[in-house]
Nanobody, 128 residues
Framework: QAQLVESGGGLVQAGGSLRLSCAASGRAFSGYTMGWFRQAPGKEREFVGG????????YYSDSVKGRFGISRDKVNNAVYLQMNSLVPEETAVYYC?????????????????????WGQGTQVTVSS
């Protein structure tokens, strides 16, 4: 059973940056796909980005491409989401997720139903 714990959320002004962390434990993550999602009040969960653990191939949603970056620390089983140039519309709870398989297609990366484990989420609030 994998456990995922997000941290690093908080309040930031528009145009600012935040770095979220996801501590992954409970098993080895070789062969997994990791993802970041977000959910604003009253809205559906939205894909932010994802990557394959083994080769670090990364895929981003169009809305964050060029502003957000995902990285991982294999030694410490940690995943990071660097968010730059944030806008108020990106206020949401941000979730880390893990899937027990490697994905290769956009549709697979971005489908929340394809992920088996989820963290509890961390709140990000962007003020105008």
């Amino acid at each position: 059973q994998a456990q995922l714990v997000e941290s690093g959320g908080g309040l930031v002004q528009a145009g600012g940056s935040l770095r979220l962390s996801c501590a992954a434990s409970g098993r080895a993550f070789s062969g997994y796909t990791m993802g970041w999602f977000r959910q604003a009040p009253g809205k559906e969960r939205e894909f932010v980005g994802g990557f394959r653990w083994d080769d670090a191939y990364t895929y981003y949603s169009d809305s964050v491409k060029g502003r957000f970056g995902i990285s991982r620390d294999k030694v410490n089983n940690a995943v990071y989401l660097q968010m730059n140039s944030l806008v108020p519309e990106e206020t949401a709870v941000y979730y880390c997720a893990a899937a027990q398989r490697e994905y290769y297609f956009r549709s697979a990366f971005s489908n929340a139903g394809n992920y088996d484990y989820w963290g509890q989420g961390t709140q990000v609030t962007v003020s105008s």
